[in-house]
């Protein structure tokens, strides 16, 4: 009898062999020829050579589908035990929409179709429509899911640092700690698609970077998946700024609302100028969306055209 000794000490535990080791107990049923042991950040099989090899490749698929996704279910863990040496395993029915596998296996669903499939066949893409459409959290899942996919090696998350109705000097502490409100929806959405100490991680190591757009200037963003939320607030200058950020293999998604222009009266908005000299531009495609794509409580559409009539 051989034994295989599998070090997981890069995962916590229970993220691997679940509560009470029912993760443990359905891989053990997958092996019944094998005596398989956890022991902290180990894993132990005994058994014949051929099944150990068998045992520690599907292991590493259960691995690889953690560090991908966040998650690993009993669902996932029948499908990719079945999966060909590759790691090929069919999606459950339903999931062809799914963006990302967030935490806690919460799937991040393609709300916006039509920005998914525009983000595919365009490096730029604006997305204009009023709150409640999902612009951001659809493409910041877009963003993660590439990042999980090593499509590109690093996400650039912006916002122009535009007071709505209150005045950013008179919030206490740092300038982080100013500015964090304005970055807050990006962090949420973040938190929905990633472990926390994942993010944390990703952050640290600037894999991830949450910024005002007055940071971005002078930078080049090669191999980055940028995108530039809240647009309708920056001016024509701090836009193009953004937009000539654009490196090499890199994607950007900019977002607004050009219903809710927080500029003073006197000042162009930047994402209605542009709309007027990009949209002709190969590679440039702009989405609209409209009251009838909001994924919010239904009673924002009713607010939305409240406020409209009122104008």
């Known amino acids: 009898m051989s034994e295989k000794l599998i070090n997981i000490e890069s995962f916590h535990p229970l993220d691997i062999f679940g ?63 079945n999966a060909d040496s590759n790691g090929a395993a069919m999606a459950p029915e339903g999931q062809n929409d799914v963006l990302v596998h967030g935490k806690n296996g919460l799937l991040i669903r393609a709300n916006q179709r039509k920005l998914v499939e525009s983000r595919l066949k365009n490096d730029l893409v604006f997305a204009i429509g009023p709150a409640g459409t999902g612009k951001t959290y659809t493409a910041v899942a877009l963003a993660v899911r590439a990042l999980k996919n090593k499509e590109i ?8 640092a535009v007071e709505a109705g209150e005045n950013l000097g008179f919030l206490p502490g740092d300038l982080k700690e100013k500015l964090d409100p304005y970055m807050q929806p990006l962090y949420d959405a973040l938190g929905d698609m990633l472990p926390t100490q994942k993010l944390l991680q990703y952050i640290e190591e600037r894999v991830i970077e ?51 222009i927080d500029l003073p009266k006197n000042q162009v908005s930047g994402l209605l100028h542009s709309q007027k000299i990009l949209n002709n531009i190969p590679g440039i495609d702009f989405i609209y969306l409209d009251k009838s794509d909001i994924i919010r409580h239904k009673l924002v559409g009713k607010i939305i055209d409240a406020y409209s009539s009122d104008q």
Not at 153 to 160: A, G, H, S, V
Not at 218 to 234: H, M, S, V, Y
């Open 19 to 81: 509560a009470n080791d029912q993760n443990l107990d359905v891989i053990r049923n997958y092996f019944p020829k094998l005596k398989i042991v956890s022991r902290d950040n180990f894993i132990k099989a005994f058994g014949e050579e051929t099944d150990l090899l068998e045992f520690e490749e599907k292991f590493g698929f259960l691995l690889l589908h953690f560090e991908k996704f966040g998650r690993l279910t009993k669902t996932d863990i029948g499908l990719l035990l």
């Open 153 to 160: 090696q690093r996400i650039i998350l912006t916002r122009p």
């Open 210 to 260: 949450i910024a005002p757009l007055a940071f971005m200037r002078g930078r080049t963003l090669n191999n980055a998946f940028a995108i530039l939320d809240e647009a309708q607030n920056t001016t024509p200058g701090q836009l193009k700024m953004f937009l000539t950020r654009m490196g090499a293999s890199a994607k950007f998604i900019v977002t607004g609302d050009i219903t809710q």
